[in-house]
């Protein structure tokens, strides 16, 4: 029975609260971009693209992406014809190019069922939205490319990096829409992804990280591989770090329906620290030992003092 508890006490609440807003006035929280806004999130590893040395590029000359072919029109330069098109077709197309921006990154936010456990503070989900929608508002006012994963089962959710600072309105509303739902692999979430992130650059995931170690391990080798900076933002409650229930409880599992324990905490609390205490140890140097950044919080904790203190380390290291 312990070890049904503790893969499910991780996961579980009494009730599922409600999806609301991490903060009244939207996800982005004024006071806290006040708090980070004079910070950089620098890469540590060289990204492709290329904007006043921010970051290492691998690209070399100019500072433009191919995006698409349009029919020319009257009035457009000719060095802008592609003549191989023109050799196939007969006809003028100009080639369109995008910014090259000296960073891509991606904030990836686990919606498992887990995430939605909020008891005596906002969800895990809530909080995870909150802190993506911060650093992706932090990459654009760096003029970096940013794009938003949303991790799920049956709706995932992917909005592609872009540039402009218009483009921040598409990540705010993939984020708001963004809801727990039942179980189902992170590891092979992320994997399923991968194939998008065609530049290399910076991937942010938000979890609570319960489930397959091992594969989310090899997801994230995987990123870490394609030449990708890793962070793991890993957002617990602080029922779950403290486990401090006094009395007889009914934990109700939040990724398994109908799957419910009563007993008492405190028969149990010394096994499920310890149990935890290594779970997180095994987290920490997983992500650690493939070269990415692992930042541990709690819903409890103040988000500008967080990602304050995360920025401000990476930039030292950098």
């Known amino acids: 029975m312990l070890s049904l508890f503790r893969s499910k006490a991780k996961a579980t609440v009494t009730a599922a609260p409600e999806r609301t807003?991490?903060?009244?006035?939207?996800?982005?929280?004024?006071?806290v971009m006040d708090q980070i806004g004079h910070l950089e999130f620098l890469s540590r590893r060289v990204v492709d693209g290329l904007l006043a040395g921010k970051h290492r590029s691998t690209t070399k000359g100019g500072c433009c992406e191919f995006s698409q072919h349009r029919q020319y029109a009257s009035g457009d330069e000719i060095r802008q014809i592609d003549w191989q098109v023109y050799a196939r077709n007969d006809r003028y197309f100009i080639k369109q190019f995008e910014e090259e921006t000296n960073l891509h990154g991606i904030v990836a936010v686990d919606t498992s069922g887990s995430m939605n456990f909020g008891l005596s503070t906002v969800s895990k989900l809530d909080y995870a939205c909150q802190a993506a929608a911060c650093l992706a508002r932090l990459l654009l006012h760096q003029r970096d490319a940013v794009g938003a994963v949303i991790l799920n089962?049956?709706?995932?959710?992917?909005?592609?990096?872009?540039?402009?600072?218009?483009?921040?309105?598409?990540?705010?509303?993939?984020?708001?829409?963004?809801?727990?739902?039942?179980?189902?692999?992170?590891?092979t979430q992320i994997r399923a992804c991968i194939p998008r992130l065609r530049r290399r650059g910076l991937f942010v995931l938000f979890s609570d990280c319960f489930g397959n170690l091992d594969e989310l391990g090899k997801a994230l080798r995987i990123v870490r591989a394609r030449g990708h900076d890793v962070v793991v933002m890993h957002v617990l409650a602080p029922e779950e770090v403290h486990f401090n229930f006094r009395r007889w409880s009914s934990f109700q599992s939040l990724e398994i329906s109908g799957q419910k324990l009563n007993l008492d905490p405190a028969a149990v609390r010394d096994e499920y620290l310890k149990r935890f205490?290594?779970?997180?140890?095994?987290?920490?140097?997983?992500?650690?030992g493939?070269?990415?950044?692992?930042?541990?919080?709690?819903?409890?904790?103040?988000?500008?003092?967080?990602?304050?203190?995360?920025?401000?380390?990476?930039?030292?290291?950098?």
């Open 290 to 318: 493939l070269g990415g950044d692992y930042i541990r919080t709690t819903t409890n904790h103040d988000l500008a003092e967080t990602l304050g203190w995360f920025l401000r380390s990476r930039i030292a290291r950098t």
């Open 21 to 31: 807003n991490a903060h009244p006035n939207g996800l982005v929280d004024p006071s």
């Open 153 to 187: 089962e049956n709706k995932p959710l992917f909005v592609p990096p872009k540039q402009h600072a218009a483009h921040l309105q598409a990540i705010l509303a993939a984020l708001q829409s963004a809801e727990a739902s039942d179980g189902g692999d992170l590891g």
């Open 277 to 288: 205490r290594t779970f997180l140890d095994q987290l920490e140097e997983l992500v650690t």
